[in-house]
């Protein structure tokens, strides 16, 4: 019996409008509960059930129904010129003509390689990975080859990946003796606080590096002062330990990643889901001094993988990369910019509490009147599920925590019918309250 997927009582308007709409996505849901979990094999659901997507090009997603939507996901910041950019399907296609798969480099992954050493400032040298998660264990393994030591050191609300510390992306404060659900053994600290790591960093020796987002994406796009930054990375170092800035999600804000946009040198690079232009892809980068132990030829630290530099994703991230320009981050940070007012005032037009947090082209949402610390700790969630929901219905496909952001490819006009969708949604939820 399909619990999820079968229609809960007491509904209102804006459910009842969801449930006509999607029939097939609900058909669909009740079949996936049969061969997997919950009928996901990510994180996404939401309720009554999440709708299944047929196909995308642009700014535009489609359902099983084929209900239109106007992306503001984007698979979770990766799609950065939205769906089925034209060089991109045209280096893939081309790819797959010549093959996808073999056990040596191919030319696009020298490309790809050449283009995030030249864009990263501290990047000498990259090593390829399949996922964000992939590349920030790979930075691990370099970091414990370069210092010989073994533990990390993380912020509380930060998210490197369902590996590396499940707990802290929901909050809770690990005991770093206890390892169940992680890993890897991880003390934490608070992110912005500059104390509480360089009390951790001298308390303790085994730590090879101190892993950090520049700006927490899942944690609401909360930033940290600069004198943070200049502070945990010279403790870091005094502890023998490495700086390794994890810019998976919000490399987009810059060409050269979040660390250009706020002036942090780390000594590695974690970066993932846009540089692979949509396919699976991660990569780790740092100085010639550091990444000098995974030469094969020399190395102490062993990192492969049968896929791992794969001719596809690595020739999607080539055009993904090409045309992601200083051009297009100035273009989609206004285009955010111009979200962010109209639905500041959309939301006082309807009475609805509401806040914001945005660091270039990356926006989290609250239905509170003031951002609260980290969205873990949100206390909107009531009408954040109703939101999301009427933002479905209305035509945007937004994720359940409502962190937003665009892509390259949406001309003025769609931020118009965006902005209208939006003040539509925020209408409805106003009604349903
Ligand atoms: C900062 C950060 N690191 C790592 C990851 C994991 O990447 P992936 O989902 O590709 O494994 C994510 C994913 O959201 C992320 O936001």
Redesign the pocket.
């Known amino acids: 019996m399909a619990v999820a997927a079968s229609a809960p009582k007491g509904r209102s308007k804006i459910e009842e409008r969801y449930l006509a709409r999607t029939p097939l996505s609900r058909e669909m849901q009740a079949r996936a509960e049969k061969s997997m979990p919950g009928g996901e094999t990510r994180s996404v659901f939401f309720p009554p059930y999440p709708v299944t997507l047929s196909h995308g090009k642009g700014v535009h997603c489609y359902d099983l129904d084929s209900n239109e939507y106007m992306d503001l996901s984007n698979n979770?910041t990766v799609l950065i010129h939205g769906h089925c950019f034209p060089p991109i399907v045209e280096a893939v296609k081309k790819q797959v003509e010549l093959g996808t798969n073999w056990s040596a480099k191919a030319v696009p992954q020298v490309e790809l390689a050449e283009m995030l050493c030249e864009r990263f400032k501290i990047v000498d040298k990259v090593r390829f990975a399949n996922?964000?998660?992939?590349a920030?264990l790979a930075a691990v393994a370099i970091a414990r080859a370069y210092t010989g030591k073994r533990k990390i050191l993380i912020s509380r609300f930060s998210?490197?990946?369902h590996l590396l510390e499940p707990s802290s992306s929901h909050g809770e404060l690990r005991d770093p003796n206890d390892r169940s659900g992680s890993w890897l053994e991880c003390y934490l600290a608070d992110f912005g606080d500059a104390a509480d790591f360089e009390r951790v960093l001298a308390a303790h020796d085994d730590i090879a590096a101190v892993m950090l987002?520049p700006v927490l994406?899942?944690g609401g796009c909360v930033t940290a002062p600069p004198e943070f930054w200049t502070r945990v990375k010279a403790a870091a170092h005094k502890a023998g330990a490495l700086l390794v800035l994890?810019e998976?999600?919000v490399h987009r804000v810059s060409t050269g990643g979040a660390q250009k946009y706020l002036g942090i040198e780390p000594d590695l690079t974690?970066m993932?889901?846009l540089v692979g232009g949509g396919l699976p892809c991660?990569s780790v980068g740092g100085t010639d001094e550091v990444m000098k132990c995974l030469d094969p030829r020399t190395g102490n630290c062993h990192l492969s993988g049968t896929f791992t530099g794969n001719p596809l994703s690595m020739s999607a991230g080539v055009q993904a990369v090409k045309y992601f320009t200083d051009e297009v981050v100035t273009k989609i940070e206004r285009d955010m910019s111009r979200i962010q007012d109209a639905v500041t005032k959309a939301a006082a037009k309807y009475g609805l509490p509401f806040s914001s947090r945005r660091v270039g082209n990356i926006m989290q949402m609250y239905f509170s009147a003031t951002c609260p610390p980290f969205t873990q700790v949100r206390t909107d969630q009531t009408l954040v599920d109703k939101f999301q929901l009427a933002c479905t219905v209305n035509g945007l496909f937004v994720v359940t925590r409502i962190m937003i952001n665009s892509s390259s490819v949406a001309t003025d006009d769609d931020i118009t019918e965006i902005i209208q969708r939006l003040d539509r949604s925020l209408e409805d939820v106003a009604a349903d309250v």
């Open positions: 979770y996922s964000g998660t992939e920030v998210y490197h990946g987002e994406g899942q994890d998976a999600t974690v993932g889901k991660g």
